[in-house]
């Protein structure tokens, strides 16, 4: 029985993402055919703290994004060092590939090459030993299902339209179970559809599937919100809250002021604390998330203190899913949840770390997908493994998100009824 779990290869392609560019795809066999697969995904508005993600730069292919080094990096240094290992041994898995590499930030083989294979084994882990990857990854007490923050209105980085905010969400705060809350989720969703089609503006989506429309300003973008709520049926501050993810860091000019580039408006720290204050107190807010910037503590620091006690304050670009810089948020009283990517720092089991110290600390977790996604839904199964309750992954619209909310209602399925929501 010891050898069925043995790695007997590892293998790594280039294939594409959602925004058509290329990523690394790994698979991890063991004996008698088994084998795990996992497509890494890749952002835009990207952290500068994040772990590195490899690219050739060679301008020949697809614009400089190939990805063949680090495909190479899998099909040699990375496939020698783990053949002969056993697969259920993650951690062991993750910690072998950290040292390979070498580096603080994984530049050496790539945040990319690293995690296509630290998730292929967790696939690969499961499906030797006949159980689904939540309960591979959770154990017997995975059973929360996460609440979907859904992206439905596009802006920043991700749209090509006038407004600064990147995003947008929904989140359904009275549904009691994840079937019926995505059901909701989808009506407002097509809700706000008519509603910016009434309006006469454009139903083109962003990146992660919501729509991106012109407006006047960024607030008309919380009204329109809540009148597709309403308009649905549902009571907005009951049924739905609304969150927001201002990706903030993408703002920032080198004289530390906050420049937000569709409106050209200049804040100080102090100025964009008020502007969330009162966003807070106007509108039925669940949570912001990097409201300031990734390198802007003392305003993190200030924000937490005016608002940290009424909504979620969520560290994405600030965390980079960093126990070393979560670690320093903790410790200084900075926000109270984190926004955990797997490829922002490159090894399962690093994710699952950081969400394990937020939870000790009493500050929560969200599992997230990238803006660039693929039909990978590994995501979905680690948010019900580590009960953290929360998920963002975008629009019930383009498959590479909908993927995520299908793996879930079958994640759903599979707990019966001890599913908790
Ligand atoms: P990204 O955006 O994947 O482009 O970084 C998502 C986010 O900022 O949460
Ligand atoms: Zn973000």
Redesign the pocket.
Same mark, same amino acid.
């Given at each position: 029985m010891k050898n069925y779990f043995e790695i007997t290869g590892v293998y790594a392609r280039e294939v594409l993402d959602s925004r058509g560019n290329p990523t690394v795809e790994a698979e991890v066999y063991i004996k008698n055919g088994i084998f795990g697969r996992a497509i890494v995904? /890749? !952002?835009? /508005?990207? !952290?500068i703290f994040e772990a590195v993600e490899k690219r050739d730069g060679d301008k020949e292919r697809y614009m400089g994004k190939g990805v063949l080094e680090a495909v190479g990096k899998v099909n040699t240094v990375i496939r020698e060092s783990l053949v002969g290992r056993n697969v259920l041994s993650q951690r062991e898995i993750d910690m072998e590939l950290i040292r390979l590499d070498g580096s603080e930030n994984k530049e050496n083989l790539g945040a990319n090459s690293i995690l296509a294979v630290s998730a292929a084994c967790a696939d690969c882990a499961a499906k030797a030993l006949g159980i689904s990857l939540f309960k591979y990854l959770g154990g017997v007490n995975a059973h929360v299902l996460p609440r979907p923050m859904m992206n439905i209105l596009n802006g920043g980085?991700?749209a090509d339209n006038n407004l600064d905010i990147?995003?947008f969400m929904i989140i359904p705060t009275s549904a009691l179970s994840f079937k019926k809350g995505l059901e909701q989720c989808v009506c407002v969703y097509h809700s706000l559809k008519n509603v910016l089609k009434e309006k006469n503006l454009s139903t083109a989506v962003g990146?992660?599937g919501g729509f991106a429309p012109n407006l006047n300003s960024d607030e008309e973008a919380f009204d329109l919100l809540i009148e597709a709520i309403e308009k649905a049926g549902y009571k907005s501050g009951k049924d739905f809250m609304i969150s927001v993810?201002a990706?903030s860091s993408e703002w920032i000019k080198s004289d530390g002021e906050y420049h937000l580039p569709k409106s050209d408006k200049r804040l100080d720290s102090k100025q964009l604390c008020d502007y969330w204050e009162k966003i807070v107190n106007k509108y039925p807010i669940y949570s912001l998330?990097?409201p300031m910037g990734e390198e802007d503590w003392k305003g993190w620091e200030m924000i937490t203190k005016v608002i940290g006690n009424k909504v979620k304050l969520v560290g994405?670009?600030l965390f980079v899913t960093n126990t070393k810089r979560l670690k320093k948020g903790i410790e200084g009283n900075i926000a109270n949840t984190i926004?955990v990517?797997i490829n922002q720092i490159g090894t399962i089991t690093e994710a699952l770390d950081a969400v394990e110290m937020a939870h000790k600390s009493g500050y929560s977790a969200i599992l997230?997908?990238? /803006? !660039?996604e693929t039909e990978d839904t590994i995501i979905s199964d680690i948010a019900v493994a580590v009960n953290c309750g929360l998920i963002?992954t975008g629009a019930p619209a383009r498959t590479e998100r909908v993927a995520k909310y299908n793996r879930l209602l079958r994640i759903e399925d599979e707990l019966i009824f001890t599913a908790e929501f």
């Open positions: 995904p /890749s !952002g835009a /508005s990207t !952290g980085a991700h990147q995003e990146d992660e993810d990706a998330e990097d994405d670009d926004l990517k997230s997908h990238r /803006s !660039g963002k």
